[in-house]
């Protein structure tokens, strides 16, 4: 009998270790890494627990289930980058589980079970992801939960079923709001097609999903009521309406049409989607179980939040993770039952394919990189050459599986050489704290983020400016200041006092008496006016 995740010890030991090293090693990226942690260190330094913070104000974009989670790996480590990072991995290893006693609940066998577990593992989406401070993975696995407690209402596991229903789901909201309802609740909603004890109940199984609903209200308002109350009116508005509303009909943030995600699919379950191909089936039928039911939940599961999410403006790849769990579930049946196979050298071309596209991103993005860099890229390389080199030998899902988790984990170690530096804003965040505590005044030009306030540990936000206006305002009112900023519309011809190359440009550090300076050389010969929107 195959393991949870895998036949072979050795293989686990190897998956973990490739998902859980770079955890150690990746700084924070920005804007989304920078801004999360930046938010989780707010509530840990000030105490907002029940609203989450960020640059001064209330942070209503996502609910505070993660950033709680955050903290509380904190209270055990202290406070690091590397601990909220580990708790992205471990979230991403604890959806594991689930998906076997999903797939267990629908019926597959141990050895269907375990490899629809290793297909999940293996995926570039899942190893891309894991380790990334970001809410998807942790909305997977609350995803797993209410599907899990889905399937036992429509086995007739009512108690049970409801009660794991109504903490998916609700856990779910607190975690990425209403998304969970959409993604966690449609397969028991459309239980009565994909099982059939559900049609001779209906019923029964549509009062339970109502209790479910309402277990799953009563846990994200105990939250959201006495959060928009502390919060206020735009921020009780804002958790309410615009995040979902908004980002239905027209985003305020990752804008994209309807057929963008199309292509995005198949990309994010490589190397499977060129990697499996058709095997010769078992030639007692007994030893082939049906899949229907494991189908029709997969499609369930998928295909209407797909195409809810196609017409959704807001659109993000990693928005899609939550979904590609149950696609692994048909296909671990077929893998075991003999009618799909692993097409090892396949796998092996996709994994060399994709090493040489890092190698080719890494020259044109950091021509300057160590050589390092190209070596770890290197090692990337080696699990497609030995896949490429079996030719068509048989593969295990595991071996397939544990190569891509090699390859991405040295890509992430090449990215961390190669463009580290480009990204990283220790130095500089140390400096901003500093002048913070000496009392210094300081304004960022353009929006912030939050993305010094983790890195520098800041306890108080930093003022803004959305134009050179209001920045020529602010630095002849503070000579004594400092000006922050990394957008390219607000670049000064002043020495400044510090700089850093950042996402291809400049951040830099000027004093505010140099700014009100050039400001009003600029008036004095009538310069025509900036345009008041940063742009970048």
Not at 450 to 471: D, H, N, W
Request: charged letters at 10%; proline letters at 8%; one cysteine or more.
């Amino acid at each position: 009998m195959e393991r949870p995740v895998g036949g072979y010890a050795l293989l686990g030991v190897a998956a973990c270790a490739a998902l859980v090293l770079p955890a150690f090693f990746l700084p924070p990226v920005p804007i989304d890494e920078t801004r999360y942690l930046a938010v989780a260190w707010t509530m840990h330094a000030g105490g907002h627990w029940l609203v989450p913070w960020l640059d001064g104000a209330p942070y209503p974009d996502k609910p505070p289930l993660l950033f709680w989670l955050i903290n509380l790996a904190w209270w055990v480590t202290g406070v690091h980058a590397w601990s909220a990072r580990l708790l992205e991995v471990l979230l991403a290893l604890a959806t594991l589980p689930p998906l076997r006693r999903l797939a267990f609940a629908l019926s597959a066998d141990a050895r269907a079970a375990a490899k629809a577990t290793w297909l999940w593992l293996g995926c570039i989406a899942f190893a891309g992801f894991a380790g990334a401070v970001m809410f998807d993975l942790l909305l997977t696995l609350c995803v797993l939960s209410a599907w899990l407690g889905g399937v036992w209402l429509a086995r007739g596991q009512m108690r049970l079923g409801t009660v794991w229903l109504a903490l998916g789901l609700g856990l779910g909201i607190l975690t990425k709001g209403p998304v969970s309802l959409l993604v966690g609740g449609l397969p028991a909603l459309l239980a009565p097609w994909w099982h059939p004890a559900v049609r001779g109940r209906p019923g029964r199984h549509y009062l339970a999903l109502l209790l479910a609903l309402a277990g799953a209200a009563v846990l994200a308002l105990a939250w959201a009521l006495p959060a928009a109350r502390a919060g206020g009116p735009a921020y009780g508005d804002a958790i309410f309406l615009k995040q979902t509303a908004g980002r239905v009909a027209e985003s305020f943030a990752h804008d994209r049409g309807p057929a963008w995600y199309l292509p995005i699919v198949p990309l994010l379950m490589l190397p499977w989607t060129l990697g499996l191909g058709r095997g010769v089936p078992a030639s007692d039928p007994a030893a082939a179980p049906g899949h229907r039911l494991l189908d029709r939940f997969a499609l369930a599961a998928t295909l209407p939040a797909f195409l809810v999410f196609c017409l959704i403006s807001g659109k993000q790849p990693h928005y899609l993770l939550p979904l590609l769990p149950a696609l692994a579930l048909p296909a671990g049946a077929r893998l075991a039952a003999g009618r799909w196979r692993v097409v090892g050298w396949r796998v092996g071309l996709v994994l060399l394919v994709i090493a040489v596209g890092f190698a080719v991103a890494l020259a044109r993005l950091a021509p300057q990189a160590p050589v390092m860099a190209y070596a770890c890229l290197g090692g990337a390389a080696l699990p497609g050459v030995a896949l490429v080199a079996r030719g068509r030998r048989p593969t295990t899902v595991a071996t397939a599986a544990v190569a891509t988790l090699v390859l991405v984990a040295l890509a992430k170690a090449a990215f961390v050489l190669g463009l580290g530096p480009r990204y990283a804003v220790q130095a500089a965040a140390a400096r901003i704290a500093s002048a913070q505590r000496a009392g210094i005044p300081l304004l960022h030009a353009g929006q912030q983020q939050g993305l010094y306030t983790f890195a520098g540990r800041l306890t108080a936000p930093i003022a803004t400016a959305r134009s050179q206006a209001q920045v020529a305002a602010w630095a002849t009112a503070h000579p004594g200041g400092w000006v922050i900023s990394s957008y390219r519309h607000y670049d000064y011809a002043a020495t400044p006092l510090y700089q850093q190359p950042f996402l291809g440009r400049r951040l830099a550090i000027w004093r505010a008496a140099d700014i009100a300076a050039q400001a009003a050389a600029n008036a004095r010969t009538r310069a025509p006016e900036e345009p008041a929107d940063a742009g970048d």
